[in-house]
């Protein structure tokens, strides 16, 4: 990784729930916030799982496809609200809310507000298998799709045991280096404003809004922002009721 001084880390709670908007997380000296933050209970997970990190834009009156997912699914609001509809039964979540899908349930996620949402949605599934099962409708006139802001998959390798699913939204200063606490299990990054350089294993990556890249438990990644800073999503998978880094 590129040589970089690492910033002071203040310890996190081990049950993290929402932070308010402009809380400091990781210390006042780190140049990072978090504006949203989720952790839930996941369900069962294989010791090696297809992780899938999706964060979806819902302009007004946009809806997903009817479907259904084959392993957890895991949502988190980050912005406006988004409305789950299971058959008749409509319930609306609002920044720092939201649910987790049962596997083959029919449903669908859509905005019934009048300013843009986003979700991001984290997938855990077996090795191989496809995250979602798609049902084709007979409506003649289907509502607009959402637009995906950021996409990220990974093979990775999950912590023994129950598990809890961690999603953030993070927004890092402008032209900062910023060093992150190294996480007990898995996680997966997307860029959804502004850029930032990444060096993994050595080699230094640029990523862009649209761009992400995912990071093994143990591994420890500095970022350097452009002159815009940056804003992240971020799901990680840790053991239940653990705190977010070891020795934290």
């Not at 409506?139 to 912590?159: C, G, H, I, R, Y």
Request: proline letters at 8%.
């Amino acid at each position: 990784m590129r040589p970089m001084a690492l910033l002071r880390v203040a310890a996190l709670a081990a049950a993290l729930l929402v932070v308010p908007a402009g809380a400091a997380a990781y210390g006042e000296a780190t140049h990072t916030t978090i504006t949203i933050e989720r952790r839930m209970a996941a369900d069962d997970s294989p010791p090696l799982a297809d992780l899938y990190q999706s964060v979806l834009s819902f302009e007004p009156g946009s809806w997903t496809a009817l479907h259904a997912h084959t392993g957890g699914s895991y949502n988190t609001v980050l912005r406006g609200s988004v409305t789950l509809r299971i058959g008749d039964t409509d319930r609306t979540f609002g920044p720092g809310e939201g649910w987790s899908d049962e596997p083959g349930v029919l449903h669908v996620a859509g905005n019934v507000g009048d300013v843009p949402a986003e979700l991001i949605a984290t997938m855990v599934v077996e090795r191989g298998i496809p995250p979602a099962r798609i049902v084709e409708t007979d409506e003649d006139t289907a509502p607009p799709v959402p637009d995906a802001l950021a996409m990220t998959k990974s093979l990775s390798v999950l912590p023994a045991g129950p598990l809890d699913v961690l999603e953030q939204s993070v927004t890092l200063d402008p032209s900062a280096e910023v060093a992150l606490p190294i996480p007990q299990g898995p996680r997966l990054v997307g860029v959804l404003d502004g850029s930032l350089t990444v060096t993994i294993d050595g080699v230094a990556h640029a990523f862009e809004a649209g761009g992400g890249w995912s990071e093994p438990m143990g591994a420890s990644y500095a970022y350097v922002t452009g002159e815009q800073g940056v804003r992240l999503a971020m799901t990680t998978l840790i053991p239940r009721q653990a705190s977010l880094t070891a020795g934290r």
